[in-house]
């Protein structure tokens, strides 16, 4: 009876062990993806507040690109009005509207890449509660103009009931791919994209073009809720810490002095 009861009692403890060591783990987990969050936020932040880049220094390769995301840049060239790509079903600021996406050829070419345009997101415009095809009138300023824009990487994609494999084709389209976007227009394009941030200039004089919002995503830390996540799996080890004790030591103590 005896060796049974320590036999039992063994099992409890392997289990609480357990079952803490797990707990405590993941806790300690969350609080790593907090603090991996924390440091690429406050990096992106910190980006956006370094000196603007140039065409020459715009990176070619995808993975410069990525060390440069958010930076900003004020950017020379001329809009390829004639390769104007809308994306649809693409909110902002809880509005459903489209997105507006123009090629702009780079003059001068970045370093090392000859003859490139850069894929900006221009701005966002409401969808015609009526007609859903149709497109808001926006500017399209011809010429040389100059741009100031965040640097970020092509818009995430939308569910789409149209096969992957076969590319979209239009003015008006789901989602877009750089590599297929540069084939179908026989333009080389740069790895990523940007968002334009204020009205271009001409030569001439500002644009004023009132009907784009551009209301982009700032980086966001979003730490809290892993920290919650982690004090609630710090929670359940003392939980089964607290119960093992109960039930194992106390209960028994003062029964024995009972």
């Not at 969050?37 to 992106?44: A, E, F, G, V, W």
């Not at 084709?169 to 084939?183: F, T």
């Not at 500002?206 to 830390?221: G, I, K, T």
């Amino acid at each position: 009876m005896a060796e049974h009861a320590t036999r039992r009692s063994l099992w409890v403890l392997l289990s609480t062990v357990l079952g803490m060591g797990v707990t405590i783990s993941m806790g300690i987990w969350q609080l790593d993806r907090a603090a991996q969050k924390q440091q690429l936020h406050d990096t992106l932040v910190a980006r956006q507040s370094m000196p603007s880049l140039g065409n020459m220094a715009l990176p070619c390769q995808t993975e410069a690109w990525l060390q440069k995301e958010q930076r900003q840049a004020q950017l020379t060239g001329r809009w390829m009005h004639e390769h104007t790509v809308v994306l649809d079903n693409r909110p902002m600021q809880g509005r459903p509207g489209l997105l507006v996406l123009t090629p702009l050829l780079l003059t001068p070419a970045p370093v090392g890449c000859p003859k490139s345009a850069l894929l900006v997101q221009r701005g966002w415009l409401p969808r015609d509660p009526y007609e859903r095809t149709r497109i808001p009138e926006f500017a399209k300023p011809p010429g040389e103009v100059v741009v100031t824009v965040r640097l970020t990487f092509a818009p995430s994609k939308m569910l789409s009931l149209q096969r992957e494999s076969a590319p979209e084709h239009g003015l008006l389209r789901q989602n877009v791919d750089l590599g297929a976007l540069a084939k179908e227009w026989q333009v080389s394009l740069l790895p990523g994209s940007a968002q334009q941030l204020v009205h271009e200039q001409t030569l001439e004089e500002p644009v004023q073009d009132e009907s784009m919002l551009r209301a982009w995503w700032q980086p966001v830390a979003e730490v809290g809720k892993h920290q919650a996540y982690a004090a609630q799996w710090f929670l359940m080890a003392l939980v089964m810490l607290g119960l093992y004790g109960w039930f194992q030591w106390w209960r028994p103590y003062r029964a024995a002095k009972e």
